[in-house]
């Protein structure tokens, strides 16, 4: 670093034009400095001129001019679309009669003229008229920064908005892996937008995204279920037992409970508030925050018994509060009214043996209940198919995806987890567990789409993978897609958009 003493002079034009700024605020560098480029596209003009305020004058006229130096000995006057700043230094010059001038630039400048109609800037140095929307506008290769016209980025350079890079130079602010603004990218090679011929490229909203895993609320540990709350809170159960919620952006959880084992799936009731709270491990199911239990007898064996719950997974509740429980042993799902001792057998075999027709399940996971419908869906994990059952007694259901044996071809699912069903009921997204990638299937399909992961099954760590992702959800305006990337230890989000 070094320093100098600026002496600040203006242009002396005295228009009568109001709220605009005709004339360059310049600061002046002793002799013996001269511009240094970082860019050689950054020298706009490199002319002669016959004193510093003609090169000063030239710079003024020139809404790209930041910067200039003029040598009073040579008269060689550059102008430069550079700030010494963000990209270019004043250095010492070999020439004891070269000088620096520097266009100052300060959000005063701008707050009368930044989107005003175009009279306010017709005379102005520092904004053009933008022809599209006839409003004040920052000039070429320079971007609104939110206070002033900063002059775009280029190649790797640290930037923290979308149109903040060259885009002259087809240059964009990529995303790194946490979702943030990072560097000025070729738009050619930028993962974050250019998904077309690639995978789809997940952001980390929760976890390391480097896969590592730490026992704290910024990091997860094998996370499991997830679902959102409101104002696009997300509950995620992770591995280290706790109930975490994350609040929208906020990348610190709040540990809401301790379970003695990990939860496992959640559903959140938006009518009441509460949120349903599966313990596989330990046979039961809690409500947070009310701590009751479902049976509420407390009771949990290692058996199946419409007594209590054995190993429980995908749950879901209906507007009477009637709660709906998978079993992954007992291949059934069971119905239990609040405060009740004992469940209802409403899908799968009564006797709890597996089976792969239409009325049985093989190692039931997460559920969805379609109400109006009187559809209940079910993940169907070890026949690798998604099931509907009619809720009208008969027990029967079809198949709505997969159904085609394990396998990663675009018809088939390999162990699938979890389900989400859109608001319009006309398609699901699939949490296809061990091939690695989220799929979405029209209801009517025969054939699936990879929406997130690698299409061909194979796991990874990288934006475009997953390993074992366990759970997922969509957010309210069914935007984005969430997924608890349990080998990974994060959860992942993925524009639909
Ligand atoms: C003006 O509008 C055209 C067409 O919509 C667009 O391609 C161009 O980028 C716009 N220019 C500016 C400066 O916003
Ligand atoms: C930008 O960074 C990449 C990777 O770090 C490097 O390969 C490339 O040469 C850099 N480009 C420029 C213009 O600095
Ligand atoms: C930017 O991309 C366009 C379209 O691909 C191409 O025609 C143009 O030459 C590129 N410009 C630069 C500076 O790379
Ligand atoms: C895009 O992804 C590929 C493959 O993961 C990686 O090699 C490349 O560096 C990424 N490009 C950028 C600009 O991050
Ligand atoms: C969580 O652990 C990471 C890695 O050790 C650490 O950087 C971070 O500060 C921790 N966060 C909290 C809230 O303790
Ligand atoms: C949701 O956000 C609103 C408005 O910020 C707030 O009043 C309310 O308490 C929040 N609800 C929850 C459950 O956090
Ligand atoms: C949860 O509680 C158990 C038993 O009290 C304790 O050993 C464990 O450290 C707690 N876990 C966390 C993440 O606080
Ligand atoms: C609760 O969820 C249902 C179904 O997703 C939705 O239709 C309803 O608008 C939600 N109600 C509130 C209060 O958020
Ligand atoms: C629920 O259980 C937790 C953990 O044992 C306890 O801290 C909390 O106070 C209980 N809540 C209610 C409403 O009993
Ligand atoms: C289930 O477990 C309970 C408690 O251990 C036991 O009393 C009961 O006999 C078992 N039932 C079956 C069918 O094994
Ligand atoms: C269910 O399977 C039975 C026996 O295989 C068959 O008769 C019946 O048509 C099937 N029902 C549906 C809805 O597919
Ligand atoms: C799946 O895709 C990845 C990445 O494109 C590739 O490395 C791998 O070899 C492929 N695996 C199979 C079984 O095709």
Redesign the pocket.
Known sequence: MFFFHFFIFFILLNLPIAHTNYESRIAITPSGYEFQLTYSIQLLVSTTAQTIITCSAACNQLASCRTFDFDSVSKRCRLFEADGITTGSIIVSSSLTSRVGTVQISSDLYSSTHNQPCTWCQMDRYETC????STC?CPRNSYWDGSVCALQLFQNNTCKQQNACRSDLNLTCTLDCYGLFSKCVSILTDNATHTSTMMAYGTTVVGACSGSSVMNQTLLTAPAGITMGRNSSMYVGDGTNLLLRFDQNNRLGIPLQNYSMWPTFFFYDNRTSLLYVTIMESCILQIWPTNKTIPYTGLAFRNCSLNWLYRPTGVAVDSQGNIYIASLPCNWITKWTMNSSSGIVIAGSPTGSSGSDNKTLFGPYNIVLDEANSYLYVTDRYNNRIQRFMLDGSGVAVTVAGGNGAGSAQTQLRQPTDIYLTKSKTEIYICDNFNHRIQKWNISGTVGMTVAGNPNGTAGSSQFSLNRPYSIVLDIQENYLYVSDSSNNRVQRFSLR
């Open positions: 933008s022809a599209n929307t506008q």
